[in-house]
């Protein structure tokens, strides 16, 4: 069992005050500025939950395409993935666009294809977020 | 309404249990992070993890919904820290889940009562799109406590 944590300050109003991201259980980020103008306009450098959710994404399904693609005895050299979060401020996420460029000696890009779905369904971030309306997958070798 | 599209990109090298990875926040380039598999499931040894990087998700739309759910009930917060946990757990047959999100909240908002603060932690709840995607396959837990309210 993994506990992680994160700790989040806000100060006045929604439209004119700001928060910070002050700390996360591993150190290894903070403080990061969020507020809701960077958060539903430009995001004008500062991080917001859906980038967060896009990064944890991101980071989950690389995990579980390795791990997959080790398992079945071709494993990557290396994976390059995108999550692009879409928010509609009111009605939530709508859409995770998931889109993966790999370099795996001796695998065709049938069967990489099919280990990407694989880690697209199965990770651990997919799954807490299967209630998104759409998550889609572009899978190919690079 | 407006489509607000956020991204996020990652390298990884190397199988998953020696390589590792370093994700990048690509729309603000607020951060770049390197990411384990032993990191993630261990110790944290300083690194970041998907987990994490969904309990800081959790806790900065939370404090939103419950700061402006505040405001709409005539009592803004000056202040509101939260505090997200989020659980990964081995369930037998399903191997590695998101079993549970935790968020505490401390608020300082002088014109809160208790049952201000009870009925907008609700919509809060009810109103963080985080909340209900993680309510579908997990449990979420809210608490908040009111600091120099009445």
């Given at each position: 069992?993994a506990?992680?944590t994160?700790h989040?300050?806000w100060s006045?109003s929604?439209?004119e005050?700001?928060?910070?991201?002050?700390?996360?259980?591993?150190?290894?980020f903070g403080?990061l500025?969020?507020?809701?103008a960077s958060r539903?306009?430009?995001?004008?450098?500062?991080?917001?939950?859906?980038?967060?959710?896009?990064?944890?994404?991101?980071?989950?399904?690389?995990m579980?395409?390795?791990?997959g693609?080790?398992n079945?005895?071709?494993?990557a050299e290396?994976l390059?993935?995108s999550a692009?979060?879409?928010?509609v401020?009111?009605?939530?996420i709508?859409?995770i666009a998931?889109?993966?460029r790999?370099?795996?000696?001796?695998?065709?890009v049938?069967a990489?294809?099919?280990?990407?779905?694989?880690?697209?369904?199965?990770?651990?971030?997919s799954?807490?977020?299967?209630a998104?309306p759409?998550?889609t997958?572009?899978?190919?070798l690079? | 309404?407006?489509?607000?599209?956020r991204?996020a990109?990652?390298?990884w090298?190397g199988?998953?249990?020696?390589?590792?990875?370093v994700?990048?926040?690509?729309?603000?380039?607020?951060f770049?992070?390197p990411?384990?598999?032993?990191?993630?499931?261990?110790?944290p040894?300083?690194?970041t993890?998907?987990e994490?990087?969904?309990?800081a998700?959790?806790?900065?739309?939370?404090?939103?919904s419950?700061?402006?759910?505040?405001?709409?009930a005539g009592?803004?917060?000056?202040?509101?820290?939260?505090?997200?946990t989020?659980?990964?757990?081995e369930?037998?047959g399903?191997?590695?889940?998101?079993?549970?999100?935790?968020i505490?909240?401390r608020?300082?908002?002088?014109?809160?009562t208790?049952?201000?603060?009870?009925?907008?932690?609700?919509?809060?709840?009810?109103?963080c799109?985080?909340?209900a995607?993680?309510?579908?396959?997990a449990?979420?837990?809210?608490?908040?406590?009111?600091?120099?309210?009445t």
């Amino acid at each position: 069992m993994a506990d992680r944590t994160a700790h989040v300050s806000w100060s006045g109003s929604l439209m004119e005050g700001g928060g910070t991201i002050t700390s996360v259980g591993s150190g290894a980020f903070g403080p990061l500025d969020v507020t809701w103008a960077s958060r539903a306009e430009e995001s004008d450098g500062r991080t917001s939950p859906e980038e967060l959710i896009a990064a944890a994404h991101a980071a989950c399904f690389s995990m579980a395409l390795s791990h997959g693609l080790a398992n079945a005895g071709t494993p990557a050299e290396s994976l390059d993935t995108s999550a692009t979060v879409t928010f509609v401020p009111g009605t939530g996420i709508t859409k995770i666009a998931l889109s993966v460029r790999g370099e795996v000696p001796g695998l065709g890009v049938a069967a990489f294809r099919e280990a990407a779905e694989g880690a697209r369904a199965g990770c651990p971030v997919s799954q807490a977020l299967a209630a998104v309306p759409e998550i889609t997958l572009d899978a190919a070798l690079a | 309404m407006p489509r607000i599209i956020r991204e996020a990109d990652i390298a990884w090298e190397g199988t998953v249990s020696r390589g590792s990875g370093v994700v990048t926040a690509s729309s603000s380039g607020a951060f770049e992070l390197p990411v384990t598999i032993a990191s993630r499931v261990g110790d944290p040894d300083g690194k970041t993890s998907p987990e994490e990087l969904l309990a800081a998700a959790h806790a900065s739309c939370f404090v939103t919904s419950l700061g402006s759910e505040l405001h709409r009930a005539g009592a803004p917060a000056e202040r509101v820290d939260v505090h997200c946990t989020i659980t990964m757990d081995e369930v037998e047959g399903k191997g590695h889940l998101i079993v549970h999100s935790a968020i505490a909240a401390r608020v300082v908002a002088p014109n809160a009562t208790r049952e201000i603060l009870d009925a907008a932690t609700k919509a809060a709840d009810e109103g963080c799109p985080l909340s209900a995607l993680i309510r579908a396959s997990a449990t979420v837990t809210v608490n908040a406590t009111l600091e120099g309210g009445t």
